[in-house]
């Protein structure tokens, strides 16, 4: 048993171990500004985030991107209910949320920025707007894809119209809205940063664009892997969550 | 031909002993969940045996044998729905290198035979269920097989479709002489159509009995089946199966 | 949508936002006509383009072989599936600060961004749409004596294609997101560049009318990808 899980662990993790390590290799005596040695990020990394500045600048992106991300989630079940469930206010809005979602959320930030300035209050409102539309349209999706039969026998055993939504229609769509969750997850990280990047103040992003402009190339490389750890992290966290959420779901695929 | 056969990894199946001889058609019956479907498994040689030997014309089985054809039951997913049908039949015809123009005479005859002829440029997903589950079996006689296994091949259509293929399988076998192993859970689907009948029962599955089914050739649903023969045959092994003999 | 155009009309003109920095619908709109005229806008439409397709192009190129031989070898893709999990959950933005450092401010640096963000996503699908042949028609072809050959050529590739399709329609939409964000943030020539230029100099209907311009930009790529998808992978729904 034990064997099996080494074998397995070995068979999986090798091929990440060897990049490190030929980055590290490779690079220890670059003379290369843009890519100084991995050693000497590493160093950096240490120096700078290892507690000193997680305070100052993480804390305030991981803020910023989780009140946004809930408030945009909770907005988007909320109105993606209401959408799913009522064909009348489906056919007056959906071409709208059709059109806003080809919109790259990125490109709204300006707009934010226009009505918000560069305050605290545009990256969260930016963040909540993005993180609405992947929801939402999965909530929709989920709403027209519930199983006719189900409902019919929600009706028979003559649940309320509210009992039936709670405790019938959303747990139903559950897999579906939970992958529409976690794109907007995505994407209100990626606003995050694009926010700090093109604002000024605290933040991951920021500081990796003072850096890139003071020409401390290294500490921008620090924030740039921060950064896509905390991507990947997050998304680790998330599925972890989703799992646990949804075990009725995987448990039965699983037998069918 | 003869098989004797294994246990299974979780004994499901323990000394079973029948054979086939050529040009035979036999049904496995038995209860849900006794092991038909594994035994089919060990027969084509997609599984091995955790010991024993399965023997085709002598020959140990350890992997599919050469000659071998299969109709499942699920024949959405067995046949390729990018491909029309003739490509569909003609893929494992490669094996037999026969020409094009053979292969383009082969699919025809085949399609005739089980009533689709001029079908061949179309899709799967164009035709019935019914119709699918022929180009499977017109697939499988095209490469002349030595055995033919299938496993609940009617269990996926309606009744009415049902008795029409069961009909067509004997109109193959008749002009094919086609030695065939066919796993159903419909006893009198098994009578109908078999020359004799295994019986699996038991935890771990053995052969319970092995019944010769006399009625005679040509059969026929509505005569056949009205004999005081098959109505015989039928308890019997429905007794067995049930457990109840 | 006519509708919702009523509302924000009104909303700008009498609402809350009345006076607020949000252009109302009219001025977003007539200010949409006037950038039409403008060269400078089909400039760095095309440029925007030429950023997103050519980026498109090369990911497709080097993701989609790339997946499916890894697909085929059991040892590859176990091997290589940490390192593409990881990368293909990092938004390409992430990455920005150090590539304007290298390519500069260029069209380069923008495909660059978008192969980094499509590349690991279409490896996967690749890869994952070549692993998963339909065990009811592997059990057939194995019966059936298939040579490995055919079964990879014939039954493998065509049952990944439906994984792939999904992996490329993502990428569309990708190119352009990534091809807009390379010029906001990264100043490459693209629509997004302009859009910071506008933003940055106070001109809020340009700004506004360009964030239209990308809503219909990103639907129509949309619209067409979908009819291609249905010509080449004509058996599923």
Known sequence: MIKEISKNAIHSLWLPVALVASWWIFSTNSQDPYFPPLRVIWEQFVYLWVFDNVPVHVVPSLINLFSGFFFGVFIGIAGGVVIGTNQGVARFVEPAIDFIRSIPAVATVPIFIMIFGLSYEMRIAAIAFAAIFPTMLAVIQGMHSNNPTLLDTAKVFRLTPFQTLVRVRIPAAGPIIFSGIQVSLQVAFVVTIASELLGSGFGIGAFTLIATDAFLITDAWTGVILMGTLGFLVNVIFNLVERRALRWYLVSKKLS | MDYQTPTGIKHVLSDISFSLLEGEFASIVGPSGVGKTTLLRLLTGLMKPTSGVIRINGQEVNSPPPGLAVVLQDYTRSLMPWLTVEKNISLPLKRLGLSKAETAETIELVLTEVGLSGNQKNYPWQLSGGMQQRVAIARAIAVRPQLLIMDEPFASVDAQTRFDLEDLVLKVRDDFKITTAMVTHDIDEAVYLSDKVVVLYGSPANVKEIVKVDLPYPRNQVASRGREEFAELRTKIYAQVRGLQ | ?237
Not at chain 3, 21 to 39: F, R, Y
Not at chain 3, 58 to 78: C, D, E, M, N, T
Not at chain 3, 156 to 173: H, N, Q, S, T
Request: hydrophobic content about 55%; proline content about 6%; overall charge neutral.
């Open chain 3, 1 to 237: 949508m006519l509708g919702l155009m009523l509302l924000w009309q009104l909303g700008t003109s009498f609402g809350p936002l009345a006076g607020g920095s949000l252009p109302s619908a009219i001025d977003a709109l007539s200010a949409l006509g006037a950038l039409l005229v403008l060269p400078e806008i089909w400039i760095a439409m095309s440029q925007t383009m030429y950023i997103a397709l050519a980026g498109l192009f090369a990911s497709v190129l080097l993701g989609i072989p790339a997946g499916v031989l890894i697909g085929l070898s059991p040892f590859a893709y176990k091997s290589l599936k940490p390192v593409l999990d990881f990368f293909k959950v990092i938004p390409p933005i992430v990455i920005i600060p150090i590539v304007i450092v290298v390519f500069g401010p260029t069209s380069e640096m923008g495909i660059f961004l978008v192969v980094f963000a499509n590349f690991f996503m279409l490896v996967f699908q690749s890869a994952y749409g070549v692993r998963h042949l339909d065990s009811v028609l592997l059990d057939t072809l194995r019966c059936y004596g298939m040579s490995k050959w055919d079964e990879i050529w014939h039954a493998r590739i065509p049952g990944a294609l439906p994984f792939i399709a999904v992996g490329v329609r993502i990428a569309v939409a990708v190119s352009m997101v990534v091809a807009v964000v390379a010029g906001l943030i990264g100043g490459a020539p693209s629509l997004g560049q302009q859009m910071l230029l506008y933003q940055s100099s106070g001109q809020p209907n340009q700004t506004f009318a360009l964030v239209i311009v990308f809503g219909i930009l990103g639907l129509s790529l949309a619209r067409t990808y979908s009819i291609i998808q249905r010509k080449v992978v004509f058996w599923t729904d």
